[in-house]
């Protein structure tokens, strides 16, 4: 069966990637491009608004969310703060797709570190929310920032 799957990639898939490849023009690219940073960027960042605004902030009330700050964003990989009292949690939003493409998404050890990192610095942890059409996905992380939010108020 296996060698099935080979010819067939091998002998259809691979020329018909090769001739799409070589019929390429310049106007494709800058449509991909321009659909890639301006399409899905927006759309990326509308998600990411109401998995915190219609999502988390209604489930914790008494937490205040906000965006990050784009220098933490960019190097810490954090979305949102939720504060809570004078600390806080990291969210991390991710479309639900990178967990399919990914098998079980894991973070880098670049994002383990940063999020080491927020955690000394802010006392909470970071929790990756993955987001399918601006709702939450992996329902079970709601548990996990619930029993965080706890800890951080009993340490306070």
Not at 91 to 105: L, W
Request: glycine share 6%; net charge negative; hydrophobic share 40%.
């Amino acid at each position: 069966m296996a060698n099935v799957f080979l010819k067939k990639i091998t002998e259809v898939v691979i020329p018909e990637w090769q001739t799409a490849f070589q019929q390429l023009t310049l106007g494709d690219c800058i449509d991909y491009i321009y659909n890639l940073t301006i399409n899905r960027t927006y759309d990326g960042y509308l998600r990411e608004k109401s998995v915190v605004n219609d999502g988390l902030a209604k489930i914790f009330t008494d937490v205040v969310f906000e965006e990050s700050d784009p220098a933490l964003d960019h190097a810490g990989d954090i979305d949102y703060i939720a504060k809570v009292g004078d600390k806080a949690i990291g969210i991390q939003i991710k479309p639900v797709t990178a967990q399919a493409n990914f098998g079980n998404y894991s973070a880098t050890e670049r994002m383990r570190a940063s999020f080491r990192s927020f955690e000394e610095v802010f006392g909470g942890k970071v929790f990756i929310v993955f987001s399918l059409d601006g709702e939450i996905a992996n329902k079970e992380v709601i548990n996990a920032i619930r029993e965080e939010i706890h800890r951080l108020k009993n340490k306070s």
